[in-house]
């Protein structure tokens, strides 16, 4: 594993997998290059509306004239913050190099609604990772994890740096980020290109503290108690992501969690926060999971179970509840060590909404059993029980 803190790996394919990644890769910079056009023609529609009421509606929503023209100002200044974002995108990944001249001379396609939907999502993301606003939701979500992994590995008691922790569905890096500085070898691993964009831009192109500003809710059009609510300007980062320690061992990984992470007994921990639910089955990721985990050692997993394939057109997905998903953990041999199913989370929420959104967040830690190895794995899946009270003695 590569320990640079600013390195981005991705697994490489065959020939017409590694075409079919390149259009992707394209129709995500695309994405974010027609986040402008997008947005100030939604301005536009409400706007010819506008002009369109009588007279004195008109007069009478002076105000709100003027709100459509401080909203088009903070779509332009999203965009400036686009810009950087994808500036360097086609050298990010330190194995794969798509030229400059074969990104620039393909024709980018119009993206698709779901994909700009994802681009006002990532302008969320960036409130909630590295943000003073996000703190709150840092503090619930992240935290618990972060305090497990300093109980489980006492920095008193163990050297850190010998401690590999894996973060999959690592986001903009945030939590991978506070591990790696707590002194432990920590990889996130994320799938989505919109996300490893914008990680990239924030891990290795910003420097000192609120340097750049976001206008999150400005997509928001309903639910504002004040104008001012929609057009809220955010600062970051919240601290500066180059103040790592001299020796910290931090590194991103792009690609499937399911392709990328196939080395059995390999990891000391497995941190996973809003994360399991984005599997089609999510038996593969818990299996996955206890595979690449070391004999004796810990997952730790925080979030709701929104199962983000569900009812998505062409996408098959199971949907098992929760306690279907326990009798997975406990099928395949993880030991439940902590368990806490109403834990109060919330997800890039606008704090001053008109309507907020809650999760009651399942937390739990696992262990992998010292004596058991990945080739007892199918007497899990089979259930044995001879091997299962073999366990309870050790």
């Not at 999502?121 to 590295?130: F, H, S, Y």
């Not at 955010?234 to 690609?255: K, Y």
Request: hydrophobic share 30%.
């Amino acid at each position: 594993m590569d320990t640079s803190p600013n390195s981005y790996s991705r697994k490489m394919h065959n020939s017409y997998e590694d075409e079919e990644e390149r259009m992707h890769f394209l129709r995500i910079v695309s994405a974010f290059k027609y986040y402008r056009p997008h947005s100030l023609q939604r301005v536009k529609k409400t706007e010819t509306y506008f002009m369109s009421l009588p007279g004195h509606h008109q007069k009478l929503l002076s105000k709100y004239r003027e709100q459509l023209q401080e909203i088009k100002r903070c779509i332009e200044n999203n965009d400036h913050i686009i810009k950087l974002i994808i500036k360097d995108v086609t050298h990010i990944f330190e194995n794969v190099s798509p030229t400059t001249a074969q990104t620039e001379s393909t024709p980018n396609p119009r993206p698709v609604m779901a994909d700009q939907e994802k681009v006002q999502a990532t302008i969320k993301q960036l409130v909630r990772d590295w943000s003073e606003e996000g703190a709150q939701e840092r503090l619930s979500c992240y935290q618990p994890i972060i305090d497990e992994i300093l109980q489980q590995f006492p920095p008193d008691f163990c050297v850190p740096s010998e401690v590999q922790v894996l973060v999959p569905g690592a986001g903009l890096g945030r939590l991978a980020y506070e591990i790696a500085r707590r002194g432990y070898t920590c990889q996130g691993n994320e799938f989505s290109l919109f996300m490893l964009f914008a990680s990239h831009f924030v891990l290795n192109k910003c420097r000192g503290t609120n340097t750049y500003q976001v206008h999150p809710w400005v997509h928001q059009y309903m639910n504002n108690l004040k104008p001012e609510h929609q057009t809220h300007a955010v600062l970051f980062p919240d601290v500066n992501p180059s103040d790592l320690p001299e020796n910290a061992q931090f590194s991103m990984a792009a690609g499937d969690f399911l392709e990328v992470y196939t080395e059995d007994n390999h990891w000391d921990c497995v941190a996973t926060c809003f994360f399991i639910d984005c599997a089609n089955n999510v038996v593969q990721f818990i299996e996955t999971i206890y595979k690449i985990l070391k004999p004796g050692g810990v997952w730790i997993n925080l979030g709701p179970l929104l199962y983000h394939f569900s009812d998505i057109p062409m996408e098959d997905s199971i949907e098992p509840s929760y306690e279907a998903v326990r009798e997975v953990i406990m099928g395949l041999g993880f030991r439940m060590e902590r368990e806490d199913t109403h834990v109060k989370t919330r997800y890039a929420q606008n704090t001053n909404s008109m309507l907020q959104y809650e999760y009651n967040s399942v937390y739990f830690v696992c262990r992998k059993p010292k004596a058991n190895s990945s080739s007892d794995l199918s007497n899990h899946i089979n259930g044995s029980e001879s091997n299962g009270s073999q366990e309870q003695e050790n």
